[in-house]
């Protein structure tokens, strides 16, 4: 079975705090890619991030970070500084060689960071 | 220039009634999607077809119907609309040949659908 589970419902933050998104997937392929997409207040689902199963390197994008650790299947998702415009419902997904491509997503977290 | 677009962004009907969303892509991509988001925030792929070929068809009652009539397009048709419609509908693309699932999917901005 395929699943991703974002265990946090709901953050809430003061601005400039650090803040970290739990992602956690379960899949039986070898070969699978990791997405992080934002879906602000608008409604519009924003692409963050895509990662390979191969590839265990964090990445860091500005004030984003990713830890990718495939020991325990978990993908997190870091903001440093948060402020008010990251207020958001964050996605994680998985996709796998095996499954034609859609992706299956988590429940999503809502973030919000209060001035 | 949008990448993804759908129309429309908004739309309220009565139970009963047809309804099209359409889906336009000019990323050249090969892959469209159909995907709903339920009240509750959760997304679920609907359909997918790779140079208008049907690749994915998830568990979807038949009332929903889709098409493309070529690779940049990807329409949603729906019968007899029922209260349990009602919810977010994205278009996504990707440029995956293959629908292997390597591909980052790339969404349009959504279609509220309101089912009286």
Known sequence: AQKVTQAQTEISVVEKEDVTL????????????????KQPPS????????????????EISGRYSWNFQKSTSSFNFT?????????????CALSTSSNTGKLIFGQGTTLQVKP | DTAVSQTPK???TQMGN???????????????????QDSKKFLKIMFSYNNKELII???VPNRFSPK??????????INSLELGDSAVYFCASSQARLARGTDTQYFGP???????
């Open chain 1, 22 to 37: 739990d992602c956690v997937y379960e899949t039986r392929d070898t070969t699978y890619y990791l997405f992080w997409y």
């Open chain 1, 43 to 58: 409604g519009e689902l924003v692409f963050l991030i895509r990662r390979n199963s191969f590839d265990e390197q964090n």
């Open chain 1, 79 to 91: 903001i440093t500084a948060s402020q008010v415009v990251d207020s958001a419902v964050y996605f």
């Open chain 2, 10 to 12: 908004y739309l309220v």
């Open chain 2, 18 to 36: 047809d309804k099209s969303i359409k889906c336009e892509q000019n990323l050249g991509h090969d892959t469209m999607y159909w995907y709903k």
């Open chain 2, 57 to 59: 068809n998830e568990t």
């Open chain 2, 68 to 77: 493309s009539p070529d690779k940049a397009h990807l329409n949603l048709h």
């Open chain 2, 110 to 116: 959504g279609t509220r659908l309101t089912v009286l």
